[in-house]
């Protein structure tokens, strides 16, 4: 596994641009099993994890190409967290795509959401990264000091 400066992180972890949640995320991605539902990782780090490739893939190609991709297993897994975890709404169009995306409508209506909310998905994951830094740290590789 990698090892990053205490420098580095700090900079890393102090710039709050997209570009660096993806580059965080190619971190996190080493040591991930894609065989557990949750990647084999704790809460925070899956949540970083899943919700970038959730408003990335529906950004990118409509919400309907993550739905059909993702595990039934992940899926459940998402909603769970986010219901613990999320800002106000996440839950509920997470599962409403869940729900309905092979209706045309359903899943135009949770893509026009997640464009509407991405930058507090940003926000969001970024308070989460900040607050599990330290375990966001050494999933990447780097052990904090003691």
Sequence with gaps: M????????????SSHDYSNLVE??????DGLSRDEPTYGYPEPA???????????QANRSGAL????????????????????????GF????ALGMQGW??????????????????????WLWRLVNEHRGMIERLCGQLTPP
């Design 24 to 29: 965080l995320f190619g971190y996190l991605q």
């Design 91 to 94: 839950a509920t169009y997470y």
């Design 2 to 13: 990698a090892k990053f400066s205490q420098a580095y992180l700090n900079s890393l972890f």
């Design 46 to 56: 899956f949540l970083v994890l899943e919700s970038l490739i959730w408003f990335a």
């Design 102 to 123: 092979r209706d045309e409508r359903t899943i135009e209506i949770v893509d026009l959401w997640i464009e509407s909310h991405d930058e507090e998905n940003n926000r």
């Design 65 to 88: 190409t993550y739905y059909e991709a993702a595990p039934k297993a992940r899926q459940d897994a998402m909603l769970d967290a986010l219901e613990r975890e999320a800002p106000t």
